[in-house]
T-cell receptor, first 109, second 112 residues
Framework: KNEVEQSPQNLTAQEGEFITINCSYS?????LHWLQQHPGGGIVSLFM???GKKKHGRLIATINIQEKHSSLHITASHPRDSAVYIC???????????FGTGTLLAVQP | AAGVIQSPRHLIKEKRETATLKCYPI?????VYWYQQGPGQDPQFLIS???????DKGSIPDRFSAQQFSDYHSELNMSSLELGDSALYFC???????????FGSGTRLTVV
């Protein structure tokens, strides 16, 4: 069983829809990252959080430390949001990240 | 704002050749991490450095070595390249005491 699991693995949405991607982890962490990667591209850090909720534009990330669960929400989705969204956790000792398998999001116009 | 700079962006090498990838962290970041992402795979941690000393080691082949220099930039040296080394190599940097973990855009290595 992976230490970091995401769901769904693939998601297709229509433009304008509200999207939720979930991440569950089984280890103790100091922080959780939500990352975005476009096909063939580098990784962009969207959020780094250790508690509560953060919002940036149309993106919202929440984390529940007790339940070891985080969600990434995209409001008013747009085709340019199409990418792989990756959840990664920082266990804190040496700060290397453990990555989830990613969620491939396709937003259709 | 300055970001994590990696060079080169793309690199094509033949089997058994060597390659050197460079990573320049965010100013005042003292820790550098290297990750390897094969085609369609999750990123895998290779190695990290804190204050020029190796701080952690992951699934880095013996053919690879890395170091962090006095200006905190890091280099990943890869020898006897194999076809399976073709991947996106990206580095990230962070700083103890500061909130933030920044990724570089990666170096795409293709071994032919």
């Amino acid at each position: 069983k992976n230490e970091v699991e995401q769901s769904p693995q693939n998601l297709t949405a229509q433009e304008g829809e509200f999207i939720t991607i979930n991440c569950s982890y089984s280890v103790g962490i100091s922080a959780l990252h939500w990352l975005q990667q476009h096909p063939g591209g580098g990784i962009v850090s969207l959020f780094m959080l250790s508690s509560g909720k953060k919002k940036h534009g149309r993106l919202i990330a929440t984390i529940n430390i007790q339940e070891k669960h985080s969600s990434l929400h995209i409001t008013a989705s747009h085709p340019r949001d199409s990418a792989v969204y990756i959840c990664a956790v920082d266990r804190g000792a040496t700060n290397k990240l453990i990555f989830g398998t990613g969620t491939l999001l396709a937003v259709q116009p | 704002a300055a970001g994590v700079i990696q060079s080169p962006r793309h690199l094509i090498k033949e089997k058994r050749e060597t390659a050197t990838l460079k990573c320049y962290p965010i100013p005042r970041h003292d820790t550098v991490y290297w990750y390897q992402q094969g085609p369609g795979q999750d990123p895998q941690f290779l190695i990290s450095f804190y204050e020029k000393m190796q701080s952690d080691k992951g699934s880095i082949p013996d053919r690879f070595s890395a170091q962090q220099f006095s200006d905190y930039h890091s280099e990943l040296n890869m020898s006897s390249l194999e076809l399976g080394d073709s991947a996106l190599y990206f580095c990230a940097s962070s700083s103890t005491g500061l909130w933030g973990y920044t990724f570089g855009s990666g170096t795409r290595l293709t071994v032919v």
